[in-house]
């Protein structure tokens, strides 16, 4: 079993997956602060599944890029998870969560996440699943005027951003509607993958992909 952490925006999640099928998730939107709510959260789920920490073989978190407090949150417990059980971490950026539903399309992919101040953070995705570019952060027109051709665009960002994008891009804007919900299936069918690849985190120096620093 392998567990996943998500904590990178307002909407949170937890999820176990099993040979990388998921058997348990939990998802909601913080009102209050993930600092009271996700470790309540991990509780629930393992114990629904009859799990303790030690009967997991790994543990997966989401690295943002997503809010300075929130991320803290979800990789400080992701880290205690692992170091008190014994088990490898394994860090997911998010866009690629947001991306990762959508790469099958064969279309190029645009993730989108808020990044605040009116700027959105982004990634974009060929139609063979690898990044075309750097990642970015800056106004949502700038991410826009990129995109040349009919595109897919997904990520939490859509819902403040939605006319804009159909205004800017027209019939090249593929526009899917964001499922918070499936990002930490995402992540833990992506963590799995990676954990069975061997391509786990190293504790000590695994940082959270902050937006901006406070």
């Known amino acids: 079993m392998l567990l996943a952490v998500d904590t990178s925006t307002r909407y949170a999640g937890v999820a ?3 040979e990388g099928r998921v058997v348990a998730s ?12 996700l470790m309540p959260a991990v509780i629930q789920t393992l114990q629904g599944r009859g799990l303790a920490p030690g009967d997991l073989q790994g543990i ?13 949150v979800g990789m400080s417990v992701a880290k205690g998870l692992a170091v008190s059980a014994g088990k490898p971490l394994i860090g997911v950026e998010t866009l690629d969560l947001e991306a990762y539903p959508h790469l099958a ?3 190029p992919v645009c993730a989108m996440v ?3 101040r009116s700027e959105v953070a982004s990634a974009h995705f060929g139609p063979d699943g690898r990044r075309t570019r750097e990642d970015q952060i800056g106004p949502a027109e700038e991410v826009l005027e990129c995109i040349k051709e009919p595109t897919l665009l997904c990520g939490e960002a859509i819902f403040n951003w939605f006319e804009l994008i159909k205004e800017r891009l027209g019939p090249l804007g593929v526009l899917v509607r964001p499922v918070p919900a499936s990002r930490p299936w995402s992540l833990a069918a992506l963590g799995w993958d990676k954990l069975t690849a ?5 504790l000590a120096t695994l940082q959270p992909n902050y937006l901006r620093m406070p």
Not at 26 to 37: D, G, L, Q
Not at 198 to 202: K, P, V, Y
Request: glycine fraction near 16%; include cysteine.
């Open 105 to 107: 399309s064969g279309l």
């Open 16 to 18: 176990l997956a099993d």
């Open 198 to 202: 061997g391509d786990t985190s190293d």
């Open 60 to 72: 997966a978190v989401a690295l943002g890029p997503g809010g300075f407090s929130a991320l803290r």
């Open 114 to 116: 808020d990044a605040g």
């Open 26 to 37: 939990r998802c909601w939107y913080s009102t209050v602060n993930h600092t009271a709510e």
